[in-house]
């Protein structure tokens, strides 16, 4: 129904900047909310960013003025610009597809996952 897949992550020191692309299949990713979700181990999954048919964005508190979130609706392409990357943000990172209910982002459908990971 709809495949979704990540690229873009690798190893980069601290104060580097990576940006990751989500390739998505299935025109009904057109019509939909998006987001970034990431997991380090032994951690929760935490939602990252997530951004709306219409370009608006929220951000979790600790990727806010450092990360940004954008779409293109044609090409169906999610994108995550990384800056001031920190060791903290050492994670796999995950592209989504689904609703905002209520004004909290609900991912669907899921990706398989980029490895970002930053040297102190």
């Known amino acids: 129904q709809v495949q979704l897949s990540e690229s873009g992550g690798g190893s980069v020191q601290t104060g580097g900047s990576l940006r990751l692309s989500c390739r998505a299949s299935?025109?009904?990713?057109?019509?939909?909310?998006a987001g970034w979700s990431r997991q380090a181990p032994g951690k929760e999954q935490e939602l990252v960013a997530s951004?709306?048919?219409?370009?608006?964005?929220n951000y979790a508190d600790s990727v806010k003025g450092r990360f940004t979130i954008s779409r293109d609706n044609v090409m169906n392409i999610l994108y995550l610009q990384m800056n001031s990357l920190k060791p903290e943000d050492t994670a796999v990172y995950y592209c989504s597809t689904g609703r905002y209910y209520q004004g909290t982002y609900y991912g669907g459908y899921w990706g398989q996952g980029t490895q970002v990971t930053v040297s102190s």
């Open positions: 299935g025109n009904i990713v057109t019509i939909t909310d």
């Open positions: 951004i709306d048919f219409g370009g608006t964005a």
